[in-house]
């Protein structure tokens, strides 16, 4: 089967190549990797030129090799159901899966190739432009969530061991796991007068040169009066502490420490934010988890975030070539063009815009049916699933923080990106390959 995955995959890349699609693809995409870098002025001043471009060229570039993407996968599984070409392979032993995973590898190497072209095209005029400026280091916000190991281990273990000593008839109504989890973080985030308590944030720098570490409290909403403490930084295995700040008033709201570079050791893998509370206080504190701690830092961003919004970009690429392949399996090649572009129409212009929806709820009375109610559900869950969608492709998207300066992490899109790369053409490769196989029997 890999054998016949990569014949599929050479036969793609050379039915590209005579064609002249790749050649296509290319020269379309290198218009606004050089165009765009060279013409746009913004305020006449480098800071405005460098902003204007680095927002309107990233996404230029994405919609032509959307298009691309979607006119090259059409064509190349499209035209060959509508040449009967499929009936070839019959007598071979070729799967439909193997088939369309050939396709759409083929696709992928060169929507990837002619990305790499295109960016490569669009840093050298960045660089000859502005003579080496946007690879000069800035400062950069990065991003440390709170490591919650011991609070998801601790929660494990006490819904295992409720499930244990609870009659099975019960079990369903046992706390999820996630539940577990939030009783827990109400314990750990918060401080009570005169206590104590410490968080552990791993360390994500480059070559640990922190200036200042930011992060979030939060008062009991009840009672809003002024509170004293005491923070301390930590390292592991340190006896002194890396900083002591006193602090007084209200608590509420950011708050930003400075971190002198020497202080820190290079191969620290975290650092221990510990709060004591003063006993005169009345109110108890609130560590905010749900905005994780952002350390500020120089680093040349523009380079390491131009390779990071590069992969996510092949990654939607990818994504939108393995719709098109299925869709060219069931449908010809113009409606499988239109069918393409609607579902990028409803998932990525809301998503570019930025509009919320909020979620969907319904009020199901008594006058309604067992099958309204059983429809009406279930049109509430396709919809707040697709407004959860249209949320991650939103904060997928890598435009806005290449053009503010702000660090890309694939950490944070992992889980869309392995839908995008891994889930999303594993489940379109047996779909398609069930509809082959069936025109291969059926002709």
């Not at 002194?240 to 008033?249: H, N």
């Not at 499988?336 to 319904?362: E, K, M, S, Y």
Request: glycine fraction near 4%; aromatic fraction near 8%.
């Amino acid at each position: 089967m890999i054998r016949a995955i990569l014949a599929l995959v050479y036969a793609t890349l050379k039915h590209a190549w005579s064609t002249r699609a790749i050649i296509w693809l290319v020269a379309w995409a290198a218009v606004p990797a050089v165009l765009l870098p060279m013409t746009l002025q913004a305020d006449r001043t480098a800071a405005g030129a460098h902003g204007m471009i680095l927002t309107y060229t990233p996404i230029a570039l994405f919609a032509v090799l959307l298009v691309g993407s979607i006119w090259l996968s059409a064509y190349t599984l499209a035209s060959e159901r509508l040449h009967l070409q499929f009936s070839m392979l019959r007598t071979k032993p070729v799967y439909g899966a193997a088939i369309w995973l050939g396709k759409w590898l083929g696709v992928l190497i060169i929507i990837a190739i002619t990305l790499t072209i295109s960016v490569a095209l669009f840093f050298a005029t960045m660089i000859i432009r502005f003579q080496g400026q946007p690879i000069a280091t800035k400062p950069v916000w990065t991003i440390s969530p709170p490591d919650e190991t011991v609070i998801l281990e601790q929660a494990r273990q006490m819904q295992q061991n409720m499930m244990l000593q609870a009659d099975p008839s019960d079990h369903h109504n046992i706390p999820t796991l996630q539940q577990w989890v939030n009783r827990l973080r109400q314990q750990k985030y918060r401080v009570a007068p005169g206590s104590s308590t410490s968080w552990k944030i791993p360390l994500t720098l480059h070559n640990n040169t922190a200036q200042a570490m930011q992060f979030q409290w939060r008062l009991d909403p009840m009672r809003r009066q002024p509170v004293a403490g005491t923070w301390t930084l930590l390292t592991p295995g340190a006896i002194e502490p890396l900083a002591i700040y006193p602090v007084s008033g209200l608590l509420d709201g950011t708050h930003t420490i400075s971190l002198p570079q020497h202080n820190i050791p290079a191969a620290t893998p975290y650092l221990i934010i510990t709060f004591e509370s003063s006993p005169d206080n009345e109110p108890q504190i609130f560590f905010d988890h749900q905005n994780p701690v952002r350390f500020k830092q120089q680093s040349g961003i523009f380079l390491a975030n131009l390779i990071r919004a590069t992969m996510l970009i092949l990654a939607l690429c990818a994504a939108t070539s393995a719709l098109t392949l299925l869709f060219s399996a069931f449908l010809s090649f113009p409606v499988t063009v239109f069918a393409a572009h609607g579902v990028l129409v409803a998932l990525l212009v809301p998503a570019i815009a930025g509009q919320d929806t909020p979620h969907i709820r319904h009020s199901h009375g008594h006058h309604h049916g067992h099958t309204e109610t059983w429809f009406l559900t279930h049109a509430e869950h396709f919809l707040n699933a697709l407004y959860r969608l249209t949320r991650s492709l939103r904060a997928t998207l890598p435009f806005r923080r290449l053009s503010e300066n702000i660090h890309i992490s694939f950490q944070e899109h992992a889980s869309v990106i392995c839908i995008l790369i891994l889930l999303l053409p594993m489940l379109c490769a047996i779909l398609a390959h069930l509809k082959i196989m069936r025109e291969e029997v059926l002709s």
